[in-house]
């Protein structure tokens, strides 16, 4: 069967960046403006910059909410949310004041200070991880591996089987999480050199 994948485009995204790092590897990928076109696909990629205020209210102004939770319901189908696109999967946001995320990956997003971080923020540049848990998403990636990182808030994960990586950077937070056929990833895999493009392939050919 022919994988098909799209990238979402709801206003909010690292869209043509993504785009250009998937053409690299020989993906055919469509981005997609519409929440009906999802069903289309095999494989969908959800992005995301800025607040998450922002994103969720854009996924729920434009009639993403439920096209997303449908694609992700079936188990043949697999998302990736990247950076605020992996946020907003959470239960709750807390980036200018609370928001109902989608509720796919239990757990919520907050600022990192108020997590413990002394450090400077946003937290912007190249970053270690640290696997822990083993996952399809990571294959052939070395421990260690460095991903670029734009962030100030965090993912507080609820279950600790849902880690796949963690990163420190005046607190340990997740970089990576799995539930099931739903993956995220705090930093940019398109921004992040041969150890991103491996990550994007893990996805495509998972």
């Given at each position: 069967?022919t994988?098909?994948?799209?990238?979402?485009?709801?206003?909010?995204?690292?869209?043509?960046?993504?785009?250009?790092?998937?053409?690299?590897l020989?993906?055919?990928?469509?981005?997609?403006?519409?929440?009906?076109?999802?069903?289309?696909?095999?494989?969908?990629?959800?992005?995301?910059?800025?607040?998450?205020?922002?994103?969720?209210?854009?996924?729920?102004?434009?009639?993403?909410?439920?096209?997303?939770?449908?694609?992700?319901?079936?188990?043949?189908?697999?998302?990736?949310?990247?950076?605020?696109?992996?946020?907003?999967?959470?239960?709750?946001?807390?980036?200018?004041?609370?928001?109902?995320?989608l509720?796919?990956?239990?757990?919520?997003?907050?600022?990192?200070y108020?997590?413990?971080?002394?450090?400077?923020?946003?937290?912007?540049?190249?970053?270690?991880?640290?696997?822990?848990?083993?996952?399809?998403?990571?294959?052939?990636?070395?421990?260690?591996?460095?991903f670029?990182?734009?962030?100030?808030?965090?993912?507080?994960?609820?279950n600790?089987?849902?880690?796949?990586?963690?990163?420190?950077?005046?607190?340990?937070?997740?970089?990576?999480?799995?539930?099931?056929?739903?993956?995220?990833?705090?930093?940019?895999?398109?921004?992040s050199?041969?150890a991103g493009?491996?990550?994007?392939?893990?996805f495509?050919?998972?």
């Amino acid at each position: 069967m022919t994988t098909k994948v799209a990238i979402i485009n709801y206003g909010i995204g690292n869209i043509r960046s993504l785009y250009n790092s998937l053409k690299k590897l020989n993906v055919e990928v469509e981005i997609i403006l519409n929440p009906e076109l999802i069903f289309k696909f095999n494989k969908v990629f959800l992005p995301g910059v800025g607040s998450y205020k922002d994103a969720i209210q854009l996924i729920k102004k434009i009639g993403w909410e439920k096209s997303i939770k449908d694609f992700s319901s079936n188990k043949n189908n697999k998302l990736f949310g990247i950076c605020v696109g992996m946020q907003i999967l959470s239960t709750y946001g807390y980036e200018h004041g609370k928001s109902d995320g989608l509720d796919i990956i239990k757990g919520d997003v907050e600022h990192m200070y108020k997590q413990g971080c002394d450090l400077k923020l946003p937290h912007i540049g190249w970053n270690s991880i640290k696997i822990l848990n083993k996952n399809l998403i990571t294959e052939n990636l070395p421990n260690d591996s460095d991903f670029y990182f734009v962030n100030s808030y965090s993912f507080k994960i609820v279950n600790s089987d849902q880690l796949i990586a963690t990163t420190k950077y005046g607190i340990e937070f997740p970089s990576i999480i799995n539930k099931d056929n739903v993956f995220g990833t705090q930093f940019h895999p398109e921004k992040s050199s041969n150890a991103g493009m491996q990550i994007l392939k893990n996805f495509i050919n998972a």
